[in-house]
């Protein structure tokens, strides 16, 4: 938990070291609720505050999840900041160096893991943004270093929102437990009834789909969770 606090001090720290140069931002709070998780027989409600900005340098990523259900209770977040290499005119339209520290900590312990990689911005027609990362992931306290492809895309027509993730794991080192490929598609789907309420900034409603294979390199654990969600942003 010490770790945990000072990655977030730290995150809040370059968010305003780096205010002069900021180009944009979005802080967001949401909570969803939802069940068929594997870690918990019951549902499953997540608080997450979540930020996300532009800079002259690069990008910066950051969010925090409080998981709690069914006697199951853990805090998990991931601080990435991404420095541009080259910008670049054509669908590639950025090249990055890229990192991203995983944390968490439940019943069972805690963890840190740094994940070093090439990002690339794509403009895709469509899309409000893309990009897909190259990660090596060095696992804290396990033999199961492995690689981790990460592609990210978003979608949006008026109020309507469609955005999220797919991580793939692969290659790891351990051939035992939790050695398997995984993969974890996470989108979701909102709609901003802001506007509707007469409320300034954005309202979402909507729900997020969890299909995860494989969770955390386990043979035969796959996951699929349907999750209500609001998201209210800052």
Do not use: C
């Not at 990009?131 to 309507?160: E, H, P, W």
């Amino acid at each position: 938990m010490k770790k945990t606090l000072l990655t977030l001090a730290a995150a809040s720290a370059l968010s305003v070291s780096a205010q002069a140069e900021q180009f944009w931002a979005d802080n967001s709070v949401s909570v969803l609720n939802g069940s068929s998780y594997e870690f918990t027989d019951e549902s499953l409600t997540t608080l997450t505050l979540e930020h996300a900005s532009g800079h002259s340098w690069g990008d910066l990523f950051y969010f925090v999840d409080r998981h709690n259900g069914g006697g199951y209770t853990e805090t998990y977040g991931e601080f990435s900041p991404n420095y541009t290499l080259t910008k670049m005119d054509g669908m590639v339209s950025a090249i990055k160096l890229a990192y991203t520290y995983e944390f968490g900590q439940n019943a069972f312990g805690g963890f840190d893991n740094n994940l070093f990689g090439v990002a690339a911005d794509l403009k895709v027609p469509g899309l409000n943004f893309a990009s897909v990362t190259l990660y090596r992931a060095f696992n804290d306290g396990t033999d199961t270093d492995d690689n981790q492809l990460t592609v990210v895309a978003g979608y949006s027509n008026g109020s309507l929102n469609i955005d999220g993730f797919m991580d793939y794991a692969f290659g790891s080192e351990n051939n035992g437990f939790g050695g398997e490929d995984s993969m974890n598609l996470t989108p979701q789907i909102t709609y901003d009834v802001a506007p509707m309420l007469g409320l300034k900034g954005k309202l979402k409603v909507g729900i997020e789909y969890s299909y995860w294979t494989n969770q955390f390199g386990i043979e035969g654990k796959d996951q699929n969770a349907v999750s209500l969600l609001l998201k209210a942003h800052l």
